[in-house]
RNA sequence: GUGGUUGUAGCUCAGUUGGUUAGAGCGUCGGUUUGUGGUACCGAAAGUCGCCGGUUCGAGCCCGGUCUUCCACCCCA
């Protein structure tokens, strides 16, 4: 019995044209990493599972893939690891490699790994796939690509600049106008949980404020409660709940919530610096927007945090994220080295793009012209005319079944058709004898005899 | 991990309260047309109704499980 075949859950094949539209964008986001400066590597797609495992947290630890070894690795185990029935004590000993689950964990690992050959500040870019063993959804996938640029090796605010005009520059080189670059602060959220008596609280308290926007602000108090936080602290937050006006607006307002913290004054002055060198920069088509209940993502943030939501109108969660990490090297053994980085999620972006009827009409390249196979002879001809085309850069190719029957012929033809070949050149027994092409228009049906010398001054 | 949803021809989908031989459009293949595609007309092939089990005289339809799709939650690109 034949068995259906099918692909795992979350993943997808991508046909011809798919391609060509990931091309587009994968090209154009490395042709602005380039200009940036940035320089590509590349990782394996598994790595040991120590150096994945805990850096996400528990959720994030929970959908990395976790690779099975090889071997008997059963015999390996004893009667209490069979006993145990705990995950955190029975995975690791059947299995020591996992799916790499981002590129930026990856990459501190490289830094660490490469740091006597790096030159700091170290600009790296990187695009490949990356898999989470997450429940499919809109623009949620178990494998797709991320598009990376870090830089590791400077503390210096400027690297945060020029990642939102990065940002803009690929946005609105793909013609996606009006998306919001959010931009926040760790330490402002370090003050805040510290102002209001949570500083031990600060992920549980960070990942609540987040849902602000979507479930409002007496659900996101009821979590904070459930979440052990004080009612006299929550009754704090209240300005925040507030917060208006443009970005300057809400960074005084900021200032007079946080007087009293150290490290919250510092996020904002931060915030505050960015703000003023972007405006008096510029940027292109994206808006930049302070966000203060932005505090999704990795946990190793501790400054900058970035996310980028699609232009308004369009469903889709976050198309890019990013932030600033002070330590992640130190995890691996490399001390006092801060990096700061942005991330493009490929296949939202496609999907937004989409959606929005974005992608240009010349991003479709096919074969230019094809010629009709009618026997040996005529295929040693063609195949010259078609060397010499190729050389003139010419897409070109020569249908590999010769005629046999008028009915040939028709399935040659509906061949090109088919594939949108917009030229097709016949050389037949008569065309042989004169040694003259037919060139024929698969637009408008017109067909012309001519030389190998016209022929190619016609199609290049 | 939780809740819901979907699955019938290669594709998009019909299929009545459970009742003979499961349909359509598109596509494919053949013919009208043996050196000319797209249009038209004629014809044909193509299905274990996701899979496993149950209820029933009888299941595409009802029930359970499982996989898959999509959506929401959690979390995230």
Not at 116 to 125: Q, T
Not at 305 to 321: H, L, R, Y
């Amino acid at each position: 019995m034949a068995q259906k075949p099918t692909i795992p859950k979350g993943t997808r094949d991508f046909n011809a044209g798919e391609v060509a539209k990931r091309s587009y964008i994968i090209d154009t986001i490395k042709e602005q990493f380039k200009l940036f400066g940035f320089e590509p590597i590349e990782t394996p797609s598994f790595e040991n599972s120590d150096t994945l495992m805990g850096k996400y947290g528990d959720e994030g630890d929970r959908l990395i893939f976790k690779i099975l070894n090889s071997g008997e690795y059963l015999k390996k185990l004893s009667n209490d690891d069979f006993e145990s029935k705990s995950e955190s004590v029975f995975t690791p000993k059947i299995s020591e490699k996992a799916l790499r689950y981002d590129l930026t964990v990856p990459f501190a690992r490289y830094v660490v790994q490469h740091q006597n050959e790096i030159a700091f500040p170290f600009k790296r870019y990187q695009i490949q796939p990356v898999w989470r063993a997450d429940r499919p959804q809109k623009g949620r996938f178990r494998e797709f690509y991320q598009c990376d640029a870090d830089v590791v090796g400077s503390t210096s605010l400027l690297q945060e600049v020029e990642l939102i005009q990065l940002y803009d520059a690929v946005f609105s080189e793909l013609k996606l106008e009006g998306v919001a670059i959010k931009i926040n602060n760790r330490k402002i959220l370090s003050g805040i949980a510290e102002l209001i008596g949570a500083k031990d609280k600060l992920i549980d308290f960070t990942v609540a404020l987040d849902k602000l926007d979507k479930i409002g602000e007496e659900k996101v108090k009821a979590e904070m409660r459930r979440k052990g936080i004080q009612e006299d602290g929550i009754s704090k937050l209240e300005p925040l709940f507030n917060l208006t006006g443009n970005f300057s607006e809400q960074i005084d307002k900021l200032k007079s919530i946080l007087t009293t913290s150290e490290i919250g004054l510092k996020g904002i002055e931060e915030l505050e610096f960015i703000n003023e060198t972007i405006s008096s920069i510029g940027i292109k088509t994206a808006r930049l927007q302070l966000d203060v209940t932005l505090a999704r993502g990795l946990n190793y943030y501790t400054g900058a945090i970035f996310e980028v939501s699609a232009p308004e109108g369009v469903k889709m969660g976050s198309i890019g994220g990013g932030g600033r990490y002070d330590d992640l090297t130190g995890i691996f053994g490399l001390n006092d080295v801060s990096g700061v980085g942005i991330s493009f999620g490929l296949d939202r972006i496609y999907l937004v793009l989409e959606e929005l009827n974005l992608f240009p009409e010349a991003i479709k390249e096919t074969t230019k012209v094809i010629f009709i196979s009618f026997g040996e002879q005529e295929a040693l001809v063609s195949l010259q005319a078609v060397s010499k085309l190729r050389d003139c850069g010419v897409k070109a190719e020569l249908y590999p079944d010769a005629v046999t029957s008028g009915k040939q012929m028709k399935k040659q033809m509906n061949y090109a058709n088919k594939r949108n070949i917009p030229y097709v050149v016949l050389v037949g027994e008569e065309e042989l004898k004169n040694e003259s092409f037919a060139l024929k228009n698969m637009v408008s049906g017109e067909q012309i005899n001519m030389s190998l010398s016209a022929l190619i001054e016609a199609l290049s």
